[in-house]
């Protein structure tokens, strides 16, 4: 097969679950840094904030679900799939013998997310070694970004074992996230550690008070002072009746003349969860993904959680994929093909709406002859209905400019 297949055999062996290499683990533990609440910010540790996660996941798997194609064509009115050419069924269908179309595109987008960059070897077959046969994602820590004496990058890529490799450009697939120098794309988390390290801190610190017991939801107020021995009976008591899942809602009673004062949350516990608030919201805005997206509903409504998600669609998810589109045509295509051929992701599920306005939509493309009953039905996974549902129509009273349309006969585009 090739050079390539060493390497990519160490790739099949972490994603199929197998132990990190001391290396990758090091690597793991010192990227980001720490932050000025005194917590380590990385991958792993970003992913713990469960905001972070969710954004990571409502990135990765919009993007994974979305059909990716390969198309030849200067546009839309000449454009046919290139289902024949073999990086179609890579984009499209499975990039290696091991993976899925969607855990690629999945794992793609969240090592983007969180750091900035993906990298995916090439295999290629052939006399030449000209024709693209498989694409294996690889660990970003087992791979370092050069600069020759040419200027130009080149890649040194580990196998985890301790052995290295020198990988050109044109055999490597690499996606950059906002470059601003260098090779490399900027890293989300790196660059927001301050915001991150806040939520994880906090979440650590209420864990601890969780844990020590420091915070107490009422106090038992008993009219006589009472020995250690018997505040000990009875708070034992107390807990085993009432304390834990099973013993909510039961009803208390108090002897003795005892009363019980509950505890509302001080002004320091409110401030802690405005905060956590106000930090879950700066995540979204790092990520741009619409709060209701990660289950914050605090302000949303029926009307402005349509027009979010066509925003997330148009304004977050659009320049993902047109980064992805772009590299695709780079790093995949030839000199030639790029003349002619292009990559898209298909969108036009996520921008269906409601079925209201869908219904309107429909209404108006085929009242004006830009969309056939079979065009439609497609749109709404139907079957068609025969060749009559290819016909497209056009108001009898629009005509072309300057033609008399008294008496003309209604028009009918086919």
Request: proline fraction near 4%.
């Given at each position: ?40 910010v ?68 969240a090592?983007?997310?969180?750091g ?145 004062e ?5 002004n ?36 402005n959680?349509e ?66 009953v ?41």
């Open positions: 097969m090739g050079w390539w297949r060493s390497i990519a055999d160490g790739v099949k062996s972490f994603t199929m679950g197998h132990a990190l290499s001391s290396k990758d683990i090091l690597a793991l533990l010192t990227q980001g840094g720490e932050s000025a609440a005194g917590v380590a990385n991958d792993e540790s970003a992913m713990s904030v469960a905001t972070v996660y969710a954004c990571i996941a409502v990135l990765s798997e919009s993007v994974a679900q979305l059909p990716c194609k390969l198309y030849t064509g200067s546009g839309t009115d000449d454009r046919q799939a290139a289902n024949s050419h073999r990086t179609y069924g890579l984009l499209h269908d499975a990039p290696n013998e091991w993976m899925t179309s969607f855990e690629f595109w999945e794992q793609c987008v090592q983007i997310a969180l900035g960059n993906f990298y995916a070897l090439k295999g290629m077959v052939g006399s030449r070694g000209s024709e693209l046969a498989e694409l294996f994602p690889l660990l970003p820590s087992r791979v370092q970004v050069k600069e020759g004496t040419t200027g130009a990058p080149y890649y040194v890529v580990s196998d985890g074992q301790g052995s290295e490799r020198t990988v050109m450009t044109t055999d490597m697939f690499h996606i950059r996230y906002r470059r601003l120098k260098g090779w490399t794309g900027l890293s989300p988390i790196s660059y927001n550690r301050e915001t991150i390290g806040l939520q994880i801190a906090g979440n650590r610190m209420q864990a601890r008070t969780m844990k020590a017991g420091a915070k107490i939801s009422g106090v038992l107020k008993h009219p006589k002072s009472l020995s250690p021995k018997a505040v000990k009976e009875l708070r034992e008591h107390w807990e085993q009746m009432y304390s834990g899942a099973e013993n909510a809602g039961k009803t208390a009673v108090l002897e003795e003349g005892m009363d019980f509950r505890l509302s949350l001080s320091t516990d409110m401030q802690y969860i405005e905060q956590r608030k106000l930090t879950s919201s700066d995540i979204c805005a790092i990520y741009r993904i619409p709060p209701h997206m990660v289950a914050n509903l605090e302000r949303a409504t029926h009307s959680i027009h979010s998600a066509i925003e997330f669609v148009v304004q977050t998810l659009g320049p993902w994929l047109r980064r992805i589109e772009a590299a695709i045509r780079r790093d995949l295509l030839t000199d030639e093909e790029r003349k002619t051929m292009y990559a898209e992701f298909l969108v036009d599920a996520l921008m269906r709406g409601d079925s209201a306005a869908r219904g309107t939509f429909y209404q108006t493309m085929f009242g004006t002859g830009a969309l056939s079979n065009e439609i039905r497609r749109r709404e996974n139907l079957p068609p209905i025969g060749p009559d549902g290819d016909v497209r129509y056009v108001p009898g009273n629009l005509m072309k400019l300057g033609r008399e349309s008294i008496g003309a006969q209604p028009v009918i585009a086919k």
